[in-house]
């Protein structure tokens, strides 16, 4: 088994990202440590504070977004990072080459319940000529991403990442290092599972509860075979499942909220797990458009998400167009 970095070398990978990549890897490596602990290290439950989304922030939202920001921050070639936890971008070095954006918890809502969670991150390049410390830096279109990833903290700790040459799995030892354990992941193109918050039925635009009324229908409606639904509340452990065995996940836009695009953010959350599917073969919408070829207007923009195995994304975006 090939450590992640000397996998990253064979690919012949910029050897400036792959240290960035080293470096997020310490910071994930932390916070496994601090969730294997839980309850043992005093950080399960929640804070006293809200973030910028007007969400309860749990404690360990926080000690992950810190020990990510600080990690990141203390290498030379980060310029910036932004972070669903943060109300703006926070900048380190003016001379640095890389931005990185990034989830630092998905799916705390689990911690408490010891069920899997992760953190998501995008790479990219600062735009050249820029010397002005922004969040205006970040707004990219996902489809400048140089990479992009995810680590999940389930039973093993997993890293899933791609550099723009197809997704790649390793696991994290017991001696601290990212060994590679799946390599040339491919999404199938079918596939009889799907992924969905039913509780939101009611507020889903017409096309969207056509779409699952018909998966729910099974062999006896219009698409005629059997369907399984899953729903675990994290978008890293969902993406993982289907990376490991197909599927499809949405988040739609709903009427709960008509002026907002969907509940997803775009930057530290659609972008990048867009990228890890669609290079693994899959597909990634709002069920309408190519999510990576959204223009960014602020950092935490909000986006409707339906991705996983081609051909059922491609069945929904029909329902969709059809309405």
Known sequence: MQLLSNFLKHKKIDSELIE?????????KEIALQLREGELSGVLGISDNTNVQG????????????VLKKVLLDNPLVRGVASEEEDHAVFGNPEGRF????DPLDGSSNIDINVSVGTIFSILEVPPGEHEDSDSLFLQPGTQQLAAGYVLYGPHAVLALTTGDGVNMFTLAHTGDFLLTHEDVTVPSTTREFAI?????????????DYIGDLIAGSDG???????MRWIASMVAEVHRILTRGGLFSYPWDSRNPGQPGKLRLMYEGNPMSMLIEQAG?????????IMEIQPEHIHQRVAVALGSREEVQTLMRYHQDS
Do not use: H
């Open 282 to 290: 899959g597909a990634s919408t709002t069920c309408y458009d190519r």
């Open 55 to 66: 969400e309860t922030q749990k404690k360990l939202d926080i000690i992950a977004n810190e």
């Open 20 to 28: 960035l990549i080293d470096t997020l890897m310490l910071a994930c």
């Open 197 to 209: 918050n039913m509780s939101n039925q009611r507020y889903w635009e017409p096309a969207m509860r």
């Open 99 to 102: 931005l990185v954006t990034f």
């Open 222 to 228: 219009p698409r005629e075979q059997n369907y399984n």
